[in-house]
C-alpha cells in the first residue's frame, strides 16, 4: 500500500496545526443538538453486529432522556451498510455532506472503514473509534483523524504467545483463522509474539471462508499436524463448531479462544459447557452472560438500561456491552470537550483520554489516549473455562504492541 | 345424438378468433376426418375439444357441454385420448411407463392387462417396454402416443397428423392398425391428417376446413371423389 | 490414523450434509424441472420454524413434534409459494423463473434474520453428539446419514413405484402432455414444491445441529449441494446422495493435498461446470435423448 | 403449435422485437424519438457537473458506473437471451485489473481503462467457451457457482501480492490531468473539485461506451448477434461458428461490467472482496430486471434503481422504526419484492413499460 502522497501528510499535519487555532464547532453541532453519523451492518452477511448500532442508539436515548452533554442532545444517525465496502463510501458521504454530522462514530468493519478512510482524513472528518480491531487504525501520524477503540487483534494475538511460550517454549500450535483481514491480523499478532521461533512452532494454519459449512476438515488437519495448541481464530458460529468438533475427536488440546467468540452465552454454553473445559482467552471486557458480574454494580446498571432502553435486544449478546461500553467513551470524549465542538477538538480530546473507565471493562483495564497514541484500550487479562464461567488468572497484560506495527 | 356434438365453435388466441363458428359431428363407432391446409384450423378444433384453447360455442360429450371444461377434467371424465401433433412421448421415463402414465386418470384393477392389449397392436413396443421412450425412433413414439391413448380406455380419440414426419410404409401400418382398433375395440376417432388419401379411406365421414370455417362436409368417399377436393388436398 | 483416512472420514461427514440438500435438489428438479436457487434459504427458514416450535422462548414441543410439524409447514409453505408465486408465470420464459427464485432467496434471507436475528442459534439433535465409534463417527452423524438414506428410499419409492410420482415427472418434463392424459399439472407443481420443501426441511433440521442455525448457514451449503446432485445426477435421488458424500470426500482430499483450505469453494464450483460439460447425466442420472 | 417438452427454452419473447419496427408517436418514428431521449440525456450527463458537486454528483457518477455494469447484462441477454448471475466476478476482474496496474504497475488511473476491459473481454471469452455450451438453467447455475466462489478467489494467497489478499488494495487518488485543471481554470474561474473530475471521468467512458453499445446493436453484426441467438440451428447450417460468436457475445457483456468495476476502483480509491459477494451479483439482476433485462434504456433506469433502492429501503425503514425493531433488516425482503412485482406486472422492465405506454399513446390518436 502506498497511498501516502507527500500532499496528504502535509495536508494533515497543516490540519492539526490549524485546529488549535481555530475553534469553530464543527457542522451538526447547535446549541442544542450535536448531529452524530454511524454506519452499521444491519442487512446482509455481517448483520449480527448490527446490536452494536442498535445498543449505541439506547445508550444514547439515555444519556439524551438525562439531559444530554452540557445540555445538547445527540442526534445519533446510524445507517445501514450491510458490510459493503461501496455502499459505506455512500452512507458516509451522505452522512457527512449531506446530514452535516460532526463526525463519524463506531463505523463497523475493517474492509468498510478502509473504504473511507482516505475519504474521512482528506475531509478532515473525525473517524472515531472504528468497531474493528485491525491495527492500522491507531497512526495519527498519517491518519490523524482516524481511531479505533477496542484491543486490536493482533496485540490480542501476542498475549496468547507469550502465555503459550510461558508455558511450553516446544509447544507445536495449529491455527485456525477465518480468511480476512480479521483471521490475518490475529495470526500476525501470534507470529509476532512467538518472534523467531514462529516458524518451528505454528506447526499447521488452516483458514475457513464465512460461506464454508463446516470447519471439519480444517479441524482434521490441525490435528494431524501433531499439534498440542489450538489457536482458534473465528467468528461465534465457527468457534462452537470447533468447539464441538474437537470433542467430537476427542482431542483436547490447549485451546486458545480468540475474545471475538468468548461470549459464554452466545458460544460457549451453545457448543456445551463440557465440551470446553480448560479453553483460555483473552478478555477486556464483562461478559454479561457470565454470573460472576451479577452483584457488580457497572453490570446493574447495564442490566436496568437495558430493561428500560433496549427491552429487544438479546442479554446474552456480548455486543450490548461492547455498545454500551464504547458509547461512554463517546460521551466522555463530548464532556471534556466542552463547548468547543470544532472537530480539531474533538479529535483532539479524543486523544486526550487519561486512564478513563468505561462502564463494563475489566477491573483494572482503562481508556487511555495521547496524540501519539490512538489505541484506547491496550490490556487483557487471560481466563480459563472453569465450569460454566471464566475465571481469570494473572495479572493485567499490556500488549501494547499494535501502535510499534 | 351424435357422441360429440360441435356447435358454433369459436376459439381463439388471445384476442385472435382462429375459428369462426362451425358445426361438426362424430357418431359413435365411427371414424371421422377433419382434412384441411396448414392453418385451417384443425388442429385448433381438436385442441378446443380437449379445452386447451380458449373457446364459445358448444361442444357436447355424451350430452354435457365441455366448453369452460379443464382439459384433465375432460380426459377424465368423458375418455377423450388426444394424441397430439408431436406425439407428446414423456422422453424421460420408459416406454412402459408412458403406457401406465396413459391409464393415469383410471382407477380400476385391469391396468396391467390393458399393457398387454397394447403390446397387441404394437408389438415393437413390448420388445422397448424398458427403454427410455425418448430414444425411441420416430415411428416407435407414434405407435406409443396411440398406444398410451388406448390406455385411458378411450371413447374418443383424437389423432392430430399422425403420419407426420413417417416414412410411407409405416404411416400405412400404422393406419391399418388404427382401423384395427376402431373395429376391434369401438374406439371413435377424429383423425386431422395432410396426407387425405389414407385418412378418408378408413374415415367414414369427413369434413374439409378452410380459414377457420368448414368449406365441405359429407361421406368420405363423396368428399374423396369431389374434384375440387382432388385438386387441393389428393393431388391428382 | 492416517491423514488420508481421516479427511475421508471427514469427507464422508460433510459429505452427508451435502447428499442431504443434493436430495432436496433432486427432488425439485424432478417435480418442476427446475433448480430452486432459493431451496437453501427455504430449508433454513424451515429449520428456523422447527427452532421456534422447539425453543423454551417458543413453544418448547418435544423434539419429534417439532419435527414433524415443521415438515408438514413446510410442505404447506411450499406448496403455497407455488401456487401464489409460481402459478401466474407458468407460462413465462425460464430467465422470470430465475429472477424470482432470486427473490424468494433474498426475501427468505432477510425475514430469517429479521425474524429471529443473526446470532448463531443451538439445534438440538435427538441422537446426542457421543461418539459414536470413538474419533470416526457420532450419533447425530449415524442418525443424520440413516434419515438420509430413509429419504432417500422414500423419494425413489415415490418417483419409481407410485403412480403419482410418475405423473409429477411428466408433469413437470412435458406439462401439455400430462395434461392430455388427465394429469393436474398445477396440483402436482404444487405437490412437488410442498415435497420439496419438506425433504428441504429435513435436510435443514439434520445439519442444523452440526453447523449451528444462522440465516447465512446454506449458502455456501446449497453450493455443494447442487454439485453434489449435478455429480450424481440431477434425475437420480440414489445418485445426488452418492454425489454428495463424493463432493465432501473431493473436497477435503483437494482442500488437504492438492490446492489447499482457501479455494475449497472453488473445486465446487469448477466441479460442477466440469460434470455439466463432460457428463451432463452425471453419474445415475438418464441423459435426456430426444430423436424427431 | 408443438409445445411438448420444451422446457429448455430460454429465449423470451419479448426480445424478438425488431429495433427496427417503426411506431409512430406522435406523428415521430420511433428510432429518432429515441434519438432524442438519447440527446436529452446526454445533454443532462454534460449539464449535471455544473450544477452540482460533492456527495450529489459523486453519486450521478455511480449510477453511471452501475448503469454500464447493469449494460453488460443486458447485452448478454439481448444477444444470447442467456443470462448471468455471476457478473459479479467480471465487475471484480475490471476492478482488480485496473487496480493492480496502478498500484503494481504504476500506471495512472486514465491508462488502465482499455487493458481492464481487454482483460474482461478475455475473461467472459475463456469463461464462455465452456459455459455456453449449457442451456438457461445450468449457466445460470454455473455463474451462480461463480459469484459464490469469486470473494475467496480474490483473497487466495497464492496472488495475494498482486491483489492485496483480504487488506484489498488502496489506490491513488485520480487528479485530473493539468490540461483538464487549467481550462476549467480559465473558464469558470475555479478549481475543478476531485469529485466532479472523477463523474467527468465516469461519464466520458460511459457515454462512450454506451454508444458502442448502441451502434453494435444496431450494425448488422449485432443483428447477425441476434439472428444467431433466435435460431441457432439455421445459423449453425450456415457455417456460423456460432459457440464463437456466444462466447464473444460473453466476453462484451463481461467487458462492459468489467470497465465499470474499473470505473468503480478509480471512483472509491479503494476495493476488497468483500465487495464483490453475491449480493452484488444480485444488485446487478436487480438492475438489469427492473430496468428491461434486453433494453439499452433499461440500463439505465437500472442504474439509477440499484444506487437508489438502498436508500428506498433505508427511507421505508427509517418510516417503520416506530413499529418495527431492525427495519433495515428487511432491505432484502424489499429487494425481493420489486422483483417479483417487475416479473408480474412489467415483464419488459421499465423500458418496456415505458414503450408499451408510448405505444398506446400514439395507437389511441
Redesign the interface.
Known amino acids: 500500500m502506498k497511498l501516502l502522497t507527500t500532499t496528504m501528510v502535509s495536508a494533515a499535519a497543516l490540519a492539526v496545526a490549524m485546529g488549535a487555532a481555530e475553534a469553530r464547532n464543527a457542522p451538526g453541532v447547535t446549541d442544542k443538538e450535536i448531529k452524530i453519523g454511524n454506519t452499521n451492518p444491519y442487512s446482509g452477511p455481517a448483520a449480527a453486529y448490527s446490536s452494536i448500532g442498535k445498543s449505541i442508539g439506547a445508550c444514547m436515548d439515555k444519556f439524551n432522556a438525562e439531559g444530554g452533554v452540557h445540555g445538547r442532545q445527540i442526534n445519533f444517525i446510524s445507517v445501514d451498510d450491510g458490510y459493503s465496502p461501496p455502499r459505506t463510501v455512500e452512507q458516509t458521504r451522505k452522512l457527512v455532506e449531506r446530514e452535516k454530522v460532526a463526525f463519524v462514530f463506531q463505523g463497523l468493519g475493517t474492509p468498510t472503514n478502509s473504504a473511507v478512510h482516505t475519504y474521512m482524513n482528506k475531509k478532515k472528518v473525525p473517524q472515531l473509534f472504528v468497531a474493528t480491531g485491525a491495527t492500522k487504525w491507531g497512526d495519527p501520524k498519517n491518519f490523524p483523524w482516524t481511531m479505533g477503540w477496542q484491543p486490536n487483534y493482533q496485540s490480542e494475538g501476542v498475549v496468547y504467545a507469550r502465555y503459550v511460550m510461558a508455558q511450553n517454549p516446544n509447544a507445536k500450535i495449529g491455527i485456525l483463522y477465518q480468511n480476512d483481514d480479521y483471521g490475518k491480523d490475529y495470526v500476525h499478532g501470534m507470529e509476532n509474539g512467538l518472534g523467531d521461533k514462529a516458524g518451528s512452532m505454528i506447526v499447521a494454519s488452516e483458514s475457513y471462508e464465512v460461506t464454508d459449512p463446516t470447519i471439519e476438515s480444517q479441524i482434521v488437519n490441525i490435528k494431524n499436524s501433531g499439534a498440542d495448541v489450538f489457536y482458534n481464530v473465528t467468528t461465534p458460529k465457527f468457534a462452537a463448531q470447533a468447539i464441538s468438533k474437537n470433542f467430537e475427536l476427542g482431542w483436547a488440546p490447549l485451546h486458545l479462544l480468540n475474545s471475538v467468540s468468548n461470549s459464554i452465552g452466545s458460544v460457549v454454553s451453545k457448543a456445551g459447557f463440557e465440551k470446553g473445559q480448560g479453553m483460555i482467552s483473552a478478555a477486556y471486557l464483562m461478559d454479561p452472560t457470565d454470573t460472576e458480574w451479577h452483584s457488580h454494580d457497572e453490570f446493574k446498571a447495564w442490566n436496568a438500561w437495558m430493561d428500560e432502553y433496549y427491552p429487544d435486544g438479546d442479554k446474552t449478546d456480548a455486543f450490548t456491552a461492547f455498545g454500551w461500553a464504547v458509547c461512554h467513551t463517546m460521551i466522555k470524549v463530548l464532556d471534556q470537550a466542552g463547548d468547543d465542538l470544532s472537530r480539531e477538538n474533538i479529535m483532539a480530546q479524543a486523544a486526550n483520554l487519561k486512564n478513563y473507565r468505561a462502564p463494563m471493562l475489566l477491573p483494572g483495564i482503562a481508556v487511555n489516549t495521547s496524540p501519539t497514541d490512538f489505541y484506547p484500550i491496550e490490556q487483557w487479562q487471560l481466563q480459563r473455562l472453569k465450569d460454566k464461567s471464566w475465571e481469570r488468572f494473572g495479572d493485567i497484560i499490556d500488549g501494547a504492541v499494535g501502535s510499534g506495527s | 345424438m351424435a357422441l360429440l356434438e360441435i356447435k358454433g365453435l369459436k376459439a381463439y388466441y388471445g384476442q385472435i378468433e382462429a375459428l369462426h363458428g362451425f358445426d361438426m359431428e362424430l357418431e359413435e363407432g365411427e371414424i371421422t376426418a377433419v382434412l384441411g391446409a396448414n392453418g385451417a384450423g384443425k388442429?385448433t378444433t381438436l385442441?378446443s375439444i380437449?379445452g386447451?384453447v380458449k373457446a364459445a360455442g358448444t361442444i357436447t360429450v355424451e350430452g354435457e357441454n365441455v366448453v369452460g371444461m379443464?382439459?384433465?377434467a375432460i380426459?377424465?371424465r368423458h375418455k377423450i385420448?388426444?394424441v397430439?401433433?408431436?406425439?407428446?412421448?414423456?422422453?424421460?421415463?420408459s416406454t412402459e411407463?408412458n403406457l401406465?402414465?396413459?391409464a393415469?386418470?383410471r382407477r380400476d384393477r385391469e391396468i396391467e392387462k390393458d399393457y398387454e392389449r397394447v403390446y397387441h397392436y404394437f408389438p415393437r413396443l413390448k420388445e422397448r417396454r424398458n427403454q427410455?421412450a425418448?430414444?425411441?425412433?420416430?415411428g416407435e413414439?407414434q405407435m406409443l402416443a396411440v398406444g398410451?391413448a388406448l390406455m385411458?380406455r378411450p371413447k374418443i380419440m383424437l389423432l392430430d397428423e399422425p403420419s407426420f414426419?413417417l416414412a410411407p410404409i409405416i404411416t400405412e401400418e400404422l393406419f391399418k392398425i388404427l382401423g384395427q382398433i376402431n373395429r376391434e375395440e369401438g374406439v371413435s376417432m377424429l383423425v386431422v391428417e395432410q396426407n387425405a388419401n389414407l385418412a378418408l379411406d378408413i374415415s367414414k365421414n369427413a369434413y374439409l376446413l378452410e380459414t377457420g370455417n368448414v368449406a365441405m362436409t359429407g361421406p368420405a368417399d363423396k368428399i374423396m371423389d369431389d374434384e375440387q377436393v382432388r385438386k387441393s388436398y389428393l393431388g391428382y | 490414523m492416517d491423514l488420508f483416512i481421516e479427511q475421508t472420514v471427514s469427507g464422508l461427514a460433510s459429505g452427508a450434509i451435502y447428499a442431504c440438500l443434493a436430495l432436496a435438489v433432486v427432488m425439485i428438479y424432478q417435480a418442476i424441472d427446475h433448480f430452486n436457487f432459493a431451496q437453501g434459504e427455504m430449508a433454513m427458514f424451515s429449520t428456523y420454524i422447527a427452532w421456534y416450535l422447539m425453543d423454551d422462548a417458543g413453544l418448547g414441543l418435544p423434539f419429534w413434534v417439532a419435527f414433524f410439524v415443521c415438515i408438514i409447514v413446510s410442505f404447506i409453505g411450499g406448496a403455497a409459494i407455488e401456487r401464489i408465486v409460481f402459478a401466474p408465470i407458468s407460462d413465462a420464459p425460464v430467465l422470470s423463473h430465475i429472477i424470482v427464485f432470486i427473490a424468494l432467496f433474498s426475501m427468505f434471507n432477510s425475514l430469517a434474520g429479521f425474524m429471529f436475528d443473526f446470532t448463531p442459534k443451538q439445534f438440538t439433535t435427538p441422537f446426542g453428539h457421543e461418539a459414536l465409534i470413538e474419533g470416526v463417527i457420532s450419533w447425530h452423524r449415524a442418525g443424520m446419514v440413516g434419515v438420509t438414506l430413509i429419504m432417500l428410499l422414500l423419494i425413489y419409492a415415490f418417483f419409481r413405484y407410485t403412480p403419482i410420482g410418475l405423473a409429477m415427472r411428466a408433469a413437470a418434463a412435458a406439462p401439455e402432455s400430462a395434461r392430455l392424459v388427465g394429469i393436474r399439472v398445477g396440483f402436482m407443481l404444487a405437490l412437488g414444491w410442498g415435497l420439496a420443501a419438506a425433504v428441504g426441511s429435513v435436510a435443514g433440521m439434520l445439519i442444523a445441529p452440526i453447523t449451528f442455525l444462522t440465516p447465512d448457514m446454506m449458502l455456501g451449503t446449497l453450493l455443494y449441494g447442487f454439485a453434489g446432485a449435478v455429480v450424481g445426477g440431477l434425475t437420480s435421488p440414489l445418485g445426488a446422495v452418492i454425489g454428495g458424500f463424493m463432493v465432501g470426500i473431493l473436497e477435503n482430499w483437494m482442500g488437504t493435498f492438492v490446492v489447499g483450505s482457501q479455494l475449497k469453494l472453488t473445486v465446487a464450483l469448477v466441479l460442477i461446470i466440469v460434470v455439466l460439460l463432460v457428463k451432463p447425466a452425471g453419474l445415475l442420472g438418464r441423459v435426456v435423448v430426444k430423436r424427431v | 403449435m408443438a409445445s411438448t417438452d420444451m422446457a429448455g427454452k430460454s429465449v423470451p419473447a419479448f426480445l424478438n422485437q425488431n429495433p427496427k419496427d417503426r411506431i409512430l408517436v406522435l406523428g415521430v418514428p420511433l428510432p429518432l424519438l429515441e434519438r432524442v431521449c438519447l440527446y436529452v440525456l446526454l445533454a443532462a450527463v454534460v449539464v449535471l457537473p455544473m450544477v452540482y458537486d460533492g456527495y450529489d454528483i459523486y453519486e450521478f457518477g455511480k449510477i453511471l458506473m452501475y448503469m454500464l455494469a447493469v449494460l453488460g447484462l443486458n447485452l448478454l441477454t439481448g444477444f444470447n437471451g442467456q443470462f448471468s448471475l455471476g457478473h459479479s466476478a467480471f465487475f471484480a476482474v475490471g476492478a482488480y485489473a485496473t487496480a493492480i496496474m496502478m498500484d503494481q504497475l504504476g500506471m495512472p488511473y486514465w491508462a488502465t481503462i482499455i487493458p481492464a476491459a481487454a482483460v474482461c473481454f478475455v475473461a467472459g471469452f475463456l469463461f464462455g467457451l465452456p459455459a455456453l455450451r449449457l442451456d438457461g438453467l445450468f449457466l445460470a447455475l454455473a455463474t451462480f457457482a461463480l459469484a459464490i466462489a469469486t470473494p475467496q478467489l480474490l483473497k487466495y494467497d497464492g496472488i495475494a501480492h498482486l491483489t492485496g489478499g483480504v487488506q484489498g488494495i488502496v489506490l491513488d487518488t485520480p487528479y485530473p490531468p493539468g490540461w483538464v485543471d487549467s481550462i476549467v481554470m480559465s473558464i469558470t474561474g475555479e478549481e475543478l473539485s476531485l469529485d466532479r473530475w472523477k463523474y467527468m471521468f465516469t461519464a466520458f467512458v460511459a457515454v462512450i461506451m454506451f454508444a458502442g453499445a448502441w451502434n453494435l446493436v444496431h450494425s448488422r453484426t449485432g443483428r447477425a448477434l441476434i439472428a444467431i441467438r433466435d435460431n441457432p440451428l439455421s445459423a449453425k447450417t450456415m457455417g456460423i461458428n456460432t459457440s464463437m460468436f456466444k462466447s464473444a457475445a460473453f466476453g462484451v457483456s463481461a467487458m462492459y461490467t468489467g470497465v465499470a468495476g474499473s470505473l468503480f476502483a478509480i471512483m472509491d480509491e479503494y476495493l476488497a472482496p468483500e465487495s464483490f459477494t453475491f449480493a452484488e451479483a444480485i444488485k446487478f439482476l436487480v438492475g438489469g430486471v427492473i430496468g428491461g433485462i434486453a433494453s439499452l434504456f433499461g440500463a439505465i433506469f437500472g442504474g439509477w434503481f440499484v444506487l437508489e433502492i438502498p436508500n428506498i429501503a433505508d427511507l421505508a425503514a427509517s418510516s417503520l422504526e416506530n413499529y418495527i425493531n431492525n427495519p433495515q433488516g428487511l432491505t432484502g425482503l424489499i429487494y425481493g419484492l420489486f422483483l417479483i412485482f417487475t416479473v408480474y406486472v412489467m415483464p419488459m422492465g421499465a423500458a418496456g413499460l415505458a414503450q408499451i405506454l408510448v405505444h398506446k399513446i400514439s395507437t389511441r390518436r
Open positions: 388442429t385442441r380437449c386447451m379443464s382439459t384433465e380426459v377424465a385420448a388426444h397430439p401433433e408431436g406425439r407428446g412421448t414423456f422422453v424421460r421415463v411407463e401406465r402414465l396413459g393415469f386418470t427410455q425418448g430414444t425411441l425412433s420416430g413414439q398410451r385411458l414426419g
